[in-house]
């Protein structure tokens, strides 16, 4: 009997009778070691589109900085601008050698559609050549507008290119506890719960290699 999860047992077993009236039998035993730690985080994206040239890089300097690039191919199921992202944008960076979250813009904490911000900003721009860009100036993101709840972010650019490929660039200004060596990439295009099932996301894994005070890590081309 394990009295902790799975990590030690209980001893000594003595014998006791399971079945009596027969001579064969199968037993199977398991142990969930999950009961009583940090769960991951459930995916956003089921089945959706692979970013090209996705790149993470992770900066100790100045606080701490990341940078998150990606190229994202057409997704069939999305609508035309600018209600490609009218009702908010969800990112997810996860260090996948432990499961933790770098970076967790989500569900009722997502980067908002085009609604007001927090303390006067946090609003999308459009900008020349087919870009919108989100800047948020006060770590908070609404409606709650609770501090730090923007988790460092300061900047999202979306360029909407020829075919309906969309190049993106996130900037995050906070430090990361330990560099990591295997990031998971996650962009999704709405904030229902479900909309990860639709189509309207994109996914890139990539490792990372430490070059000096910055962590890179670099997915497919």
Known sequence: MSLDGG????RPFGPLPFFAATKSAQVMLGADPLTTATRP????CVGGAAIGGGSVVVRARGG???VVRGLMPKLPTVPPMPQFFSDGVQLRIVDRSSGAAILDLTAT????????GCG???QWRRQPEGAWVYRNVSNALPPACKAGSAQGLRKLTLQFLRG???RFEGIVQHPVADAPSDVGVTLVFGTS???GATGRCATFAAPCV???AATRCAGPR
């Open 7 to 10: 990590a030690t047992f209980q």
């Open 41 to 44: 985080p459930e995916p956003l």
């Open 64 to 66: 701490g900085t990341l």
């Open 109 to 116: 904490n997502a980067i908002p559609g085009f609604v007001a």
């Open 120 to 122: 006067g900003g946090g």
């Open 164 to 166: 309906g490929r969309v």
């Open 193 to 195: 719960p479900v909309v």
């Open 210 to 212: 430490r070059h000096r």
